[in-house]
């Protein structure tokens, strides 16, 4: 399991957000890139980051992302990716994955990106009261779970990124109980985050949901609840 720290932007600031609402945002850093380089020297091996205002259609975070990627380290991004053009701008800057939420019920589209940059492609299922939520979080898709897992699946995903947003930004812990169905889905590999607080809550993932090939920390790093180097140890 790999332990992946979270950097969201929001006017190219490091934020994060309360259940992925806008209007309980906290700025961490008015400069990103002293986090990237603080997590690098600390030994993080990829960076997960979400451009916020690409994902709520209100421009983009480009001039720090691409500083970010000439810093040498792995990331995966997403955040407003909905066309071929802006997924190949992604991979040919060197990203390690490009991640997909609100488009993928779009059948061709996905297949499109499957086709041409297979493994460099990790769908986003983010999830509330059991459904599959679209546009930085904020419309009901009209999917449940276990559909959209076994449609994206039948396309040819091999990754997910599933978030709990009733825990994300919380740190009430992570939903063991709602997490263990995952186990069923063979085919594929699981990214999990939402509400981790504490080195408990990694270590738990380890022993009870095992098959989760990795974690996404985000305020519990910020707020100095969980240690960086201390979590990638326990990987």
Partial sequence: MIVIPALDL???KAVRLYKGKKEYCKVYADNPLCIVKK????????IHIVDLNAAF????????????IKEKINIEIGGGIRNIKKAKEFIDLGVKRIIIGSKITDRY????????FSQKIAVSIDVFRGRFMRLGWRKNSGY????????????GVKW???TDIHRDGTLKGVNINRLKPLIKYKDVN?????????????????????FIKG????????????????ALRLT
């Fill in 10 to 12: 929001l006017d190219g």
């Fill in 39 to 46: 997590w690098k020297e600390e030994g993080a091996k990829l």
């Fill in 57 to 68: 259609g209100e421009g983009d975070n480009m001039r720090i992302i691409k500083k970010i």
């Fill in 109 to 116: 589209f996905l297949s499109q990106l499957i086709k041409n």
């Fill in 144 to 155: 449940s779970v276990s559909e959209i897992i076994s449609y994206v699946i039948a396309q």
């Fill in 160 to 162: 997910i990124i599933y």
């Fill in 190 to 210: 699981f990214i999990i985050s939402g509400g981790i607080n504490s080195i408990k809550d990694i270590i738990l993932i380890k022993k009870q949901i095992p």
């Fill in 215 to 230: 974690v996404i920390i985000g305020k519990a790093l910020y707020e100095n609840h969980i240690s960086l180097k201390e």
